[in-house]
């Protein structure tokens, strides 16, 4: 009984820390990914991908659509100007 209990409570450890943390570090940091989470809700995809701006028309439109309802943090919304001005420019 112990013994299925420690291989449970092991295995569970193993799976948090090899699947859980990573993934959610790489969708935490990865400007590709929260754009494609996060700006394709109300419009495509290819509204934004079909501009080109400067970092600050990028800045300037990202922090509208945060107005508009995009459910994006400050940091995250950083990391897709980033993303976006690197990209569409
Ligand atoms: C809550 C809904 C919503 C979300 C989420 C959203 N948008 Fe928008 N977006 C709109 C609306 C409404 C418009 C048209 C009105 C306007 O331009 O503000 C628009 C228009 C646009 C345009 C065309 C206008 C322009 O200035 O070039 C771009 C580009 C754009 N969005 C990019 C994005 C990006 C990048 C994201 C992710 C950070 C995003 N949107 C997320 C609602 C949204």
Redesign the pocket.
Known sequence: MIKARLITLVAGVFFLTTVWCPAAEKVGNNGKT??EN??????N?D?????K?TKD??E???L?????????TDD??KI??NY?SEIYK
């Open positions: 929260l754009f996060n700006c394709g809700e109300c419009h995809l509204r934004p991908k079909s501009k701006k028309e990028w300037t439109t990202v509208r659509m945060k107005q508009n309802g995009a459910a994006i995250e919304a897709i100007i976006l």
